[in-house]
């Protein structure tokens, strides 16, 4: 029988988790072509029909998805790991915001660091993701709140995904606080991000959405409205911070504007739970290491989301302040402790679900005919194991368009 060439052959997985049901169930291989997965199957076949000019053996690993990291603040210059000793010490967070930490400390950061600083560190944050099995990611500007500062984050945001080859989905947040120059004086901030700031942004065509945070001391819902209303007149998406602490009524919005998602939820309100179930459209952006970097109590109540057919992806909400874990595997780890969530609902999370929040589900998060070949190996048994062990990485081998990448 006479074999095509093919780029890669992965095979010796003990499972395949593909999210495709016309899948062979007993595959142990997979076959990629010019970046694409072309076929699923056991070994001795494939090697029947193909001639592989590259191979990876699984050694009885785990096969899945590259992993899509769906709600990401990486472009911060430096750390805040002094707060984290002063919320030991039992600051709350005005506390630490009236001591110069929070947000605020970090926008100082960014404005004060030239272009090329931010990159470097903005591509090391990369490669700490894709450590982990990142792949792409949706990622975040927030901490320029100036017009000049926050092209500057996207921009270096682009740069660096480039360099580093991992794609980026960027989301504007330029509705992260109101920077200090506009505390007293909200609606000139809110002016300049609708007249200024988004058609900037639009301009330069450097997001493809635009987020807020809506919380007590950041955007009431009635500013968010103004906010959401012009961005989508410009024609982005919405992705939209939400019920954090508060239920202000943001889930409610997003949900009434069609926003991609709505994420933390940790004090999601019934009726805004409600109004997700029967919307059935807007994503649950699952964030579990950000209450647990909080200490804070509440869970976004996954569960009751999930069992409503709300449609969901899980997240490390990757930032200096509140969740500082390049970690996707380790997210996963929170959902199941945090949210209760199954291994299988997990996994799901950080491929097909975050695929789809982004729009991206005709060829990422999934294995199947046609899908682009960015996988993962990972040292674990099956896909019970997923999200079972903490501290400690199960990556062992990373694909990225059919390429194996050194991590
Ligand atoms: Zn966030």
Same mark, same amino acid.
């Given at each position: 029988?006479?074999?095509?060439?093919?780029?890669?052959?992965?095979?010796?997985?003990?499972?395949?988790?593909?999210?495709?049901?016309?899948?062979?169930?007993?595959?142990?291989?997979?076959?990629?072509v010019d970046?694409?997965?072309?076929?699923?199957?056991?070994?001795?076949d494939?090697?029947?029909?193909?001639?592989?000019l590259?191979e990876?053996?699984?050694?009885?690993?785990?096969?899945?998805?590259?992993?899509?990291?769906?709600?990401?603040?990486?472009?911060?210059?430096?750390?805040?790991?002094?707060?984290?000793?002063?919320?030991?010490q039992?600051?709350?967070?005005?506390e630490?915001?009236a001591?110069?930490?929070?947000?605020l400390?970090?926008?100082q950061?960014?404005r004060?660091?030239?272009?090329?600083?931010?990159?470097?560190?903005?591509?090391?944050?990369?490669?700490?993701?894709?450590?982990?099995?990142?792949?792409?990611?949706?990622?975040?500007?927030?901490?320029?709140?100036?017009?000049?500062?926050?092209?500057?984050?996207?921009?270096?945001?682009?740069?660096?995904?480039?360099?580093?080859?991992?794609?980026v989905f960027?989301?504007?947040?330029g509705?992260?606080?109101?920077?200090?120059?506009?505390?007293?004086?909200?609606?000139?901030?809110?002016?300049?991000?609708?007249?200024?700031?988004?058609?900037?942004?639009?301009?330069?065509?450097i997001?493809?959405?635009?987020?807020?945070?809506?919380?007590?001391g950041?955007?009431?819902?009635?500013?968010?409205?103004?906010?959401?209303?012009?961005?989508i007149?410009?024609?982005?998406?919405?992705?939209?911070?939400?019920?954090?602490?508060?239920?202000?009524?943001?889930?409610?919005?997003?949900?009434?504007?069609?926003?991609?998602?709505?994420?933390?939820?940790?004090?999601?309100?019934?009726?805004?739970?409600?109004?997700?179930?029967?919307?059935?459209?807007?994503?649950?952006?699952? &964030? /579990?290491?950000?209450? #647990? *970097?909080?200490?804070?109590?509440?869970?976004? =109540?996954a569960?009751? +989301? %999930?069992q409503? $057919?709300?449609?969901?992806?899980l997240?490390?909400?990757?930032?200096?302040?509140?969740?500082?874990?390049?970690?996707?595997?380790?997210?996963a780890?929170?959902?199941?402790?945090?949210?209760?969530?199954t291994?299988?609902?997990?996994?799901f999370g950080?491929?097909?679900?975050?695929?789809?929040?982004?729009?991206?589900?005709?060829r990422?998060g999934?294995?199947?005919?046609?899908?682009?070949?960015?996988l993962v190996?990972?040292? &674990? /048994?099956?896909?019970? #194991? *997923?999200?079972?062990?903490?501290?400690?990485? =199960?990556?062992?081998? +990373? %694909?990225?368009? $059919?390429?194996v990448?050194p991590?």
């Amino acid at each position: 029988m006479s074999t095509q060439p093919c780029q890669l052959l992965i095979f010796g997985a003990a499972e395949i988790v593909s999210w495709d049901s016309q899948a062979p169930s007993a595959a142990d291989s997979v076959v990629v072509v010019d970046g694409k997965i072309a076929e699923l199957g056991q070994e001795a076949d494939l090697r029947q029909r193909w001639s592989p000019l590259a191979e990876v053996d699984a050694a009885g690993g785990l096969v899945a998805p590259g992993f899509i990291d769906a709600h990401v603040h990486p472009v911060f210059a430096v750390g805040r790991a002094e707060e984290f000793d002063w919320r030991a010490q039992g600051m709350d967070y005005l506390e630490i915001a009236a001591r110069g930490g929070g947000i605020l400390s970090t926008v100082q950061h960014v404005r004060a660091t030239d272009p090329e600083d931010l990159f470097d560190t903005v591509c090391t944050h990369l490669r700490r993701m894709r450590r982990h099995g990142t792949t792409s990611m949706e990622g975040k500007s927030g901490y320029g709140l100036s017009t000049q500062d926050e092209l500057k984050s996207l921009q270096v945001l682009a740069q660096a995904g480039a360099a580093v080859g991992m794609e980026v989905f960027p989301t504007f947040l330029g509705a992260h606080m109101f920077p200090l120059e506009y505390r007293d004086n909200q609606e000139a901030y809110l002016d300049l991000l609708c007249n200024e700031m988004l058609p900037a942004v639009k301009e330069q065509g450097i997001a493809r959405a635009a987020d807020i945070f809506i919380e007590q001391g950041a955007f009431s819902v009635a500013q968010a409205r103004r906010y959401c209303e012009r961005a989508i007149e410009l024609g982005f998406k919405l992705r939209i911070h939400a019920d954090q602490f508060h239920q202000l009524g943001g889930v409610e919005l997003a949900v009434e504007l069609g926003a991609e998602s709505v994420d933390h939820l940790e004090a999601l309100s019934d009726a805004g739970l409600e109004a997700m179930a029967i919307s059935g459209k807007t994503y649950a952006g699952f &964030l /579990p290491t950000a209450p #647990h *970097f909080l200490r804070q109590k509440e869970n976004a =109540p996954a569960r009751k +989301l %999930i069992q409503a $057919g709300v449609p969901y992806f899980l997240a490390t909400d990757f930032n200096p302040g509140s969740s500082y874990t390049p970690s996707l595997p380790e997210a996963a780890h929170f959902g199941r402790i945090r949210l209760n969530m199954t291994a299988e609902e997990v996994l799901f999370g950080i491929t097909l679900g975050a695929a789809g929040s982004l729009g991206l589900e005709q060829r990422k998060g999934h294995l199947r005919r046609g899908a682009d070949a960015d996988l993962v190996v990972l040292d &674990l /048994p099956d896909l019970f #194991h *997923f999200g079972y062990a903490f501290g400690e990485n =199960p990556l062992s081998q +990373l %694909i990225c368009k $059919g390429d194996v990448v050194p991590f």
